[in-house]
């Protein structure tokens, strides 16, 4: 436990001093708050509940914020291998598995941060400017409930896949999963958008809305994944996604377990 | 903690890095030389732990290295430095330090904190110890290296070329700390530079091919060069033509050389007392690489 800890606790101490890491996500940040169009969260009608007003803004800087997060994250396994530090930990006594649960939980923490951040930002924006205290406090649920699944979500596959088929090659086949996996509209083509699987946080936005954010129980391929959006189904998405975002880790600890066994 | 194996072997595809290896290590500073790809690095990734075994056996302090209890048995009180050690560029060495202890287990925090300032003091980083380490020459991440290996008392310090890039000052100290070290622990030195050997083990193994050539005593080692060693001085600059050159200086009466080889090399040439350099060469030269 205290291992799993420490991995943690350095984890999150490295990749939070990174500036690319804040670059990379608030710069994507700004850019979608400031482009925003009409039907952007800023512009929600006066007197809109604070629930509603934050869970677009999380909504809002769903569509890119989680690209930079999976972009930082991409690095953190292969590094050790590019940087050395490979042969040391593995010399320590203990197991790949605490290994790589340290760094999921110190990477996923700390790429987060920049992403409160923004929600933070836009809280206190809204605060000021609708006279609502209410809505700083919505920014941090917000985040909760609609981001911070998503990149649980993300993290696992950011760390893992790039073990397999190189950070930057995983860097773009992401960027196109995000959109065909978010944003892509589930009658056009066959696609993940509007499932319990879409990390941009479809199912819980449309729940503190009241109404279909994206594509939420809009009937598509894999109909199974798409019931109407309920406070049931939104336990289960956020459920799904976390599970789901830790299947490559446990692939990549039993892999790693073997490896250290057997020539 | 004594390291023993038998028939220990690995491959890697098809090359074969250790050929069943036969190796016993008593206690005390044990230094391991041989040529680039003779298979040092894989010996001691075995014993730290991080590669498993192709087939023999390995036992570290009665544990065995095959099985998953014995290597985190073994791994709990290892200090080792691998030869290529990467570092952290965005921690300092104090933590870095505070990092690896966390992982071996140092738990008290003040304990740890107090050894890592320690173990800073001894390597002379202190003055660094809370700069981030990206831009810290090659000397010094050596020396942070070496430093973590040092963590947490082990019993065990399985060390890859740790003199590698050090000023020859810094090498000298830590070559004289190993061997203090090494007291009641078990030192296993990996190095190309045979002076390192000669001053502080008193026991070494010499691998070639994958193959351990020779183990015994250092000053036996050096008895390898006896009869073969031979100086030769030339006017015309020319090497002799049979045997290992293993040093060449220009005074004013000619080229001196220092030749090994079995048979006298020219009629000039005077049998000189071997230093341990040329022992080995003079193994090697019996015993080459396949
Ligand atoms: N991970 C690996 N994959 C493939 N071949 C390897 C690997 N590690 C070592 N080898 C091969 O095994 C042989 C022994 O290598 P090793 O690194 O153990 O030698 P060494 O004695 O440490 O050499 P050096 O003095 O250059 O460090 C070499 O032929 C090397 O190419
Ligand atoms: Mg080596």
């Given at each position: 436990m205290s291992e799993l800890l420490a991995v943690g606790r350095y984890e999150f101490r490295m990749q939070v001093r990174k500036r690319s890491l804040w670059l990379a996500m608030l710069l994507l940040a700004a850019v979608i708050a400031l482009t925003q169009g009409d039907r952007g969260p800023r512009y929600t009608?006066?007197?809109?509940?604070a629930r509603e007003v934050m869970a677009g803004w999380a909504l809002l800087f769903g569509i890119v914020v989680p690209i930079g997060f999976g972009m930082v994250l991409a690095d953190r396994l292969v590094r050790d291998r590019r940087l050395g530090t490979t042969a040391l930990l593995e010399s320590l006594p203990v197991g790949p598995r605490v290994l790589l649960a340290g760094k999921y939980l110190g990477g996923l923490a700390s790429s987060a941060l920049p992403g409160l951040l923004a929600m933070l930002v836009a809280g206190g924006y809204e605060t000021v400017h609708r006279g609502d205290p209410l809505m700083l406090a919505w920014a941090v649920l917000a985040f909760g409930l609609i981001m911070l699944p998503g990149l649980a979500f993300v993290a696992g596959f950011a760390l893992v896949s790039p073990l397999v088929i190189s950070a930057p090659l995983f860097r773009v086949l992401f960027v196109g999963y995000w959109f065909w996996g978010n944003?892509?509209?589930?009658e056009f083509l066959p696609s993940l958008s509007g499932t319990l699987l879409s990390p941009i946080g479809d199912y819980p936005v449309s729940w503190l809305i009241g109404e279909t954010a994206l594509y939420a129980g809009v009937p598509g391929w894999l109909s199974f994944l798409r019931p109407a959006p309920s406070g049931v189904s939104v336990l289960v998405s956020v459920v799904l996604l976390v599970l789901v975002g830790l299947l490559p880790l446990v692939v990549a600890g039993t892999v790693f377990s073997r490896q250290r066994r057997t020539a | 903690m004594d390291i023993q194996t038998t028939g220990l072997s690995r491959r890697f595809g098809k090359v074969?890095?250790?050929?069943?290896v036969d190796l016993s290590v008593p206690g005390g500073m044990y230094g391991l030389l041989g040529a680039n790809g003779a298979g040092k690095t894989t010996l001691m990734r075995i014993l730290a732990g991080v590669l498993p075994p192709g087939g023999g056996e390995v036992r570290v302090g009665g544990h065995d290295l095959t099985t998953g209890a014995g290597r985190t048995a073994v791994q709990r009180r290892l200090g080792y430095l691998p030869q290529d050690l990467g570092l952290y560029p965005d921690l300092t060495p104090r933590e870095f330090l505070d990092y690896v202890g966390l992982l071996k287990g140092l738990d008290d925090t003040r304990a740890r904190r107090q050894q890592v300032d320690e173990l800073l003091e001894l390597v002379a980083l202190s003055e660094v110890a809370g700069r981030r380490m990206k831009g810290f020459s090659g000397g010094m991440r050596r020396r942070v290296g070496i430093a973590q290996a040092l963590l947490g008392d082990p019993a065990l310090i399985v060390v890859d070329?740790?003199?590698?890039?050090?000023d020859p000052e810094e090498r000298v100290r830590f070559r004289s700390l190993l061997a203090g070290l090494a007291g009641h622990r078990t030192v296993l030195l990996s190095t190309h530079i045979v002076e390192d050997v000669a001053q502080t083990c008193q026991h070494a193994a010499v691998m070639a091919g994958g193959r351990v050539v020779y183990t015994g005593t250092v000053p036996d080692l050096v008895r390898m060069g006896e009869g073969a060693t031979w100086e030769v001085v030339t006017t015309t600059g020319a090497p002799p033509p049979v045997g290992v050159v293993v040093s060449a200086i220009s005074r004013t009466d000619g080229t001196h050389y220092r030749v090994i080889s079995s048979t006298a090399p020219g009629a000039h040439a005077v049998p000189a007392a071997p230093s341990l350099e040329d022992g080995y060469v003079a193994l090697m030269q019996r015993a080459p690489a396949q």
């Open positions: 009608e006066a007197g809109a509940p944003m892509l509209p589930p | 074969t890095a250790l050929h069943s070329e740790p003199t590698a890039g050090l």
